[in-house]
């Protein structure tokens, strides 16, 4: 069993910075596709960003510009710059490992307006 475990959520200020960090464990041998999606209150889960193992990535049009996802080894980390409030939501990480997925338990991103 693949445990995913994020960190780095918090309360910020529109136009402030967080980053979140990941940490999965297992063979990193074995770890695919890294990413980060986010669910605010009553919309559906979203992909925000996603690396693969040779670093190429992907942005929600949201998101580009502003955040950037990167990974070390078993870590993928976001960081998070010019935060807005609709940014607002619980931050998943998720990694392929095997062709199987796995999810962290979420960390809350609050920005206040």
């Known amino acids: 069993q693949v445990q995913v475990v994020e960190s780095g959520g918090g309360l910020v200020q529109a136009g402030g910075s967080l980053k979140l960090s990941c940490v999965a464990s297992g063979s990193i041998f074995y770890m695919n596709a890294m990413a980060w999606y986010r669910q605010a209150p009553g919309k559906q889960r979203e992909l925000v960003a996603r690396?693969?193992?040779?670093?190429s990535t992907n942005y929600s049009d949201s998101v580009k510009g502003r955040f950037t996802i990167s990974r070390d080894k078993n870590q993928v980390f976001l960081q998070m710059n010019s935060l807005k409030p609709e940014d607002t939501a619980v931050y998943y990480c998720?990694?392929?490992?095997?062709?199987?997925?796995?999810w962290g338990q979420g960390t809350q991103v609050t920005v206040s307006s």
């Open positions: 690396i693969t193992t040779i670093g």
């Open positions: 998720h990694v392929d490992y095997r062709g199987n997925p796995y």
